[in-house]
């Protein structure tokens, strides 16, 4: 077994790794020494000479050739990480799999301390406030420490940190089940994010654990129960908890008041408490009917979301808008209900149909398009792969970086404009490709375009009229466009009337005084504007059904 140790710069990773190692006559490896090592140069001359992002690439190097995690039940390797090596998701992805992972924390002062009198120059440190910075350095990067197996802190001299570990990863390595990897775990305003691999029954074990709670209330729908559900019983089942079931239907038809109201009765049958948390698993129609019935039933009980479609786990899970259908619209009832828990396992992806998945995507160019640059280059170069479902990009963590990087940059949207009420940005950029998307979604009778295939179009008329009004650099869109070709999203005619599309566009939700509000791509993000001319929105409307690439290419 090797044993990963993370935390920020003067945490002890060195010093409590080397005991550690020496304690159970295992090998003791330093990422930053060998990197030293195999360059000749200290991390301070790369840094300065050569700068980070070469520093980072010798990182991932260094990662890369440790190998294949040591299967030893017994500890046999001791790793010692540099302080920022975990933010890249591939470096976890690499590191954290198939390990037991250890965060050594500290309070800022305590480190700034240690740093002060430590001999080894911390390039991210150097010459500037070492507590503000320690500080910064670790709201930035708590999330990814934290989802360590073993978080130790509370304890200054390094025997007893020693002893501590000793004893808990003791206890750890005597837990035969498995237990998949945690990849992120981070506490916000909007419910705790747990991401990992093969961690649904774990993590969501814990997550109830936490809310108190002495039974587990399973809300699911058959298609989601058997590629996912039933895995997940099973795994609670073996932790101890007593299960119960509410089944709602499958698909779009589980968000009707009437099914809401059918739930409700079953809940009352079961007697639910107040306090009790319901478990809602499955993809975003699930999630929008479970989520509502949580958030009405006895006015309000917690809920667990366990998503388990790619557009649950990057978009609709998180945020907390839930509700149902009406016959004169989508979504038309409903209420913002935080989850307590999001427990986003990304294995449970791997049953998902192709068509899914690709179309899931639309919506990860929106958070690209947004502002994600690496998300961009990311899409670009495995997209494809991870569109096919192909085992490759699940096995090599691509499928985990789009779903991490989608979902925390929902997160810091959300977190920022909670309930959609800063006009100029916040909680209305996520709306980008959803104005012409939603009409030809609507137009489509919610049968023919799944909802990111939609919002791939909207997207490609969203550039066409930036391009048109000046915000949107024409190479943006052109980019745009590309990666939606080689997504193979948006490419198709489409078989509706212009005056339908334009119909349902005249109802969309983001009108103000008159005027709708579009969302459209700048050089590096978005801008939101209301004046934009009905000829431009009429021109890429027309070349969007005309062609599908509503986009200049
Ligand atoms: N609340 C929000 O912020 C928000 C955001 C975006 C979308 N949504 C809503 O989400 C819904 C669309 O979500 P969706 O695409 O996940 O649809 P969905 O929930 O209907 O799931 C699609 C299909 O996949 C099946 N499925 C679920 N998990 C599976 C798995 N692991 N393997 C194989 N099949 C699986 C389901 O049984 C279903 O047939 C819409 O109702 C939309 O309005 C809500």
């Given at each position: 077994m090797d044993v990963v140790l993370v935390g920020l710069p003067g945490s002890g990773k060195s010093v409590i790794g080397r005991r550690l190692a020496h304690r159970h006559a295992a090998a003791f490896i330093d990422l930053d020494e060998r990197i030293e090592s195999s360059t000749g140069r200290s991390i301070a001359e790369i840094f300065e000479g050569d700068g980070e992002p070469v520093f980072r690439a010798l990182e991932r190097d260094a990662i890369a050739e440790l190998g294949p995690a040591d299967p030893d039940p017994e500890i046999r390797r001791v790793i010692a990480t540099g302080g920022g090596a975990v933010v890249d998701p591939r470096n976890r992805w690499s590191l954290y799999r198939g390990r037991r992972t250890v965060w050594l924390d500290g309070r800022p002062e305590v480190l700034a301390q240690r740093l002060r009198r430590s001999p080894h120059v911390r390039p991210l440190v150097a010459g500037r406030d070492p507590i503000g910075t320690i500080r910064d350095l670790g709201a930035r990067r708590a999330r990814f420490y934290a989802a360590a197996d073993v978080h130790q802190s509370g304890i200054s001299e390094v025997q007893g940190i020693v002893d501590s570990l000793d004893d808990r990863l003791a206890h750890l390595l005597a837990d035969e089940r498995p237990a998949g990897t945690a990849l992120l775990r981070a506490e916000t305003p909007i419910g705790r994010i747990v991401v990992g691999d093969g961690i649904a029954a774990g993590a969501l074990a814990a997550e109830l654990e936490a809310l108190g709670a002495q039974r587990a209330i399973l809300v699911s729908e058959p298609g989601a129960w058997e590629a996912a559900g039933a895995r997940i019983e099973t795994g609670l089942r073996e932790r101890g908890w007593e299960i119960e079931h509410v089944t709602l239907p499958q698909g779009e038809a589980a968000k009707r008041l009437d099914v809401v109201e059918t739930a409700a009765r079953e809940l009352a049958r079961l007697r639910a408490e107040r306090s009790e948390p319901l478990v809602a698993i499955g993809g975003g129609a699930l999630g929008d009917a479970a989520g509502f019935l949580a958030a009405t039933y006895l006015r309000g009980v917690p809920v667990i979301q366990v998503p388990t479609t790619l557009v649950a786990q990057i978009d609709s899970s998180i945020g907390g808008k839930t509700g149902v259908d009406l016959p004169e619209g989508k979504n038309l009832v409903g209420a913002f209900h935080q989850p307590a828990a999001i427990v986003i396992d990304v294995d449970l992806l791997r049953t998902l149909p192709e068509r899914q998945l690709r179309a899931a995507l639309g919506e990860a160019v929106k958070m690209a398009t947004l502002g994600d640059e690496r998300l961009f280059e990311l899409l670009e170069t495995d997209g494809p792969l991870i569109a096919r479902g192909h085992p490759s990009a699940f096995g090599r963590g691509y499928v985990a970086e789009v779903v991490e990087r989608c979902a925390w940059a929902k997160v810091d949207v959300v977190v920022a404009d909670e309930r959609e009420r800063r006009p100029g940005g916040?909680?209305?950029?996520?709306?980008?490709?959803?104005s012409l998307g939603h009409a030809v979604e609507a137009a489509a009778g919610y049968?023919?375009?799944l909802h990111g295939e939609a919002v791939a179009y909207g997207l490609r008329a969203a550039a066409r009229i930036g391009v048109e009004a000046g915000v949107t650099p024409p190479e943006r869109a052109a980019r745009i466009g590309a990666l939606l070709d080689r997504l193979g999203l948006a490419i198709e005619p489409l078989p509706y009337s212009l005056e339908v599309v334009k119909a349902h566009l005249a109802t969309d939700k983001k009108h103000v005084g008159g005027h709708l509000r579009w969302v459209l791509p700048t050089a590096d993000g978005v801008v939101v504007r209301d004046d934009i001319e009905p000829g431009v929105v009429d021109r890429a409307a027309t070349s969007l059904l005309a062609a599908g690439a509503g986009a200049p290419r």
């Open positions: 916040g909680r209305i950029t996520l709306n980008l490709g959803h049968r023919d375009l």
